[in-house]
């Protein structure tokens, strides 16, 4: 059970959300896209969401701004936070069109809103959960997808509810997060996927 639960942690870390959301909307799609753009999209967010913060996370901690990848000091987030928002910045500016795919250039843009937030939340000394801020905004999307595609989605829900509950329980398990830091990097996560789906939906 130990296990099971800092499981959680690793496989649905924070830098990961980018692209299950990426991966999640073109496998639900019942739009045509050529093979080769997939291709091309996922490789993209996996180099700037994925490689490069990790490849920074590295050079951070030589510099001794950050002792591990977990960020359990509040003070640690801040420069890893600014380096997210600017690399999301860069997804929706050379990445994602709000023309050709709406649908993930908000989910990136909402991305962006919460990190931002979470970010002001560091300034003011809160240590939100980031692990329940981006899988409560991918949950998020995929209802919304879910409406948009006026497809039944239910069972796909189901199973990210599930994971909301088993990243919010690897949290208190290894005592990385108290329940109010939970329940606030949730609603981080899901607000601003909600309010984005007036451009959109």
């Known amino acids: 059970m130990n296990y099971f639960l800092r499981s959680a942690a690793y496989i649905f870390h924070p830098l990961l959300i980018p692209f299950y959301g990426v991966l999640l909307y073109y496998n639900l799609s019942p739009r045509f896209f050529e093979l080769e753009l997939i291709k091309a999209k996922l490789y993209s967010i ?56 709406p649908e993930l250039y908000y989910f990136f843009v909402g991305i962006l809103f919460s990190s931002i937030a979470a970010l002001l939340l ?24 879910s409406v948009y595609f006026s497809k039944n989605y239910l069972f796909e829900i189901g199973i990210f509810i599930f994971i909301n509950g088993w990243v919010a329980s690897s949290r208190l398990h290894t005592k990385s997060h108290s329940v109010s830091e939970l329940v606030v990097g949730f609603f981080l996560g899901v607000m601003p996927q909600l309010i984005l789906l007036n451009y959109w939906l």
């Open 122 to 145: 560091v300034i003011l000394k809160f240590k939100v959960s980031l692990h329940q801020m981006g899988i409560g905004g991918l949950t998020m999307f995929l209802i919304a997808l």
């Open 46 to 101: 996996v180099l700037i969401t994925f490689f490069i913060p990790l490849i920074t996370f590295f050079l951070l901690k030589n510099l001794r701004v950050v002792e591990n990848i977990n960020l359990k000091k509040v003070s640690e987030r801040k420069f890893p936070l600014m380096i997210q928002i600017l690399l999301i910045l860069l997804v929706i500016k050379i990445v994602f069109s709000s023309y050709q795919t």
